[in-house]
Nanobody, 118 residues
Framework: QVQLVESGGGLVQPGGSLRLSCAAS????????MGWYRQAPGKQRELVAAITSGGRTNYADSVKGRFTISGDNAKNTVYLQMNSLKPEDTAVYYC????????????WGLGTQVAVSS
């Protein structure tokens, strides 16, 4: 079993910054993908950014150049630095950890709310 705990959400003005953290505990594997997804009211959950255990990253076009995902393997934590926030970034942000090779190894956090408003 794996537990994912997100933190760092909140209310910020347009143009502001936030940093989300996701701490993983429990069963560990050496090859994995960790990512941040978001879901706005009335919309489907979408991938924001992901990072592999090897350090490769992937971003949604809407956040490229503004958001940065990074990981600290020693702390089993992944971060999402969000800069130049826009009202359309408002959503619940969820952390995900999964394996491409182990069926069923797919875990989600409970989410953290990010609100961008003046």
């Amino acid at each position: 079993q794996v537990q994912l705990v997100e933190s760092g959400g909140g209310l910020v003005q347009p143009g502001g910054s936030l940093r989300l953290s996701c701490a993983a505990s429990g069963s560990k594997i050496s090859i994995y993908v960790m990512g941040w997804y978001r879901q706005a009211p009335g919309k489907q959950r979408e991938l924001v950014a992901a990072i592999t255990s090897g350090g490769r990253t992937n971003y949604a076009d809407s956040v490229k150049g503004r958001f940065t995902i990074s990981g600290d393997n020693a702390k089993n934590t992944v971060y999402l630095q969000m800069n130049s926030l826009k009202p359309e970034d408002t959503a619940v942000y969820y952390c995900n950890l999964h394996s491409l090779y182990i069926p069923g190894y797919d875990y989600w956090g409970l989410g953290t709310q990010v609100a961008v408003s003046s």
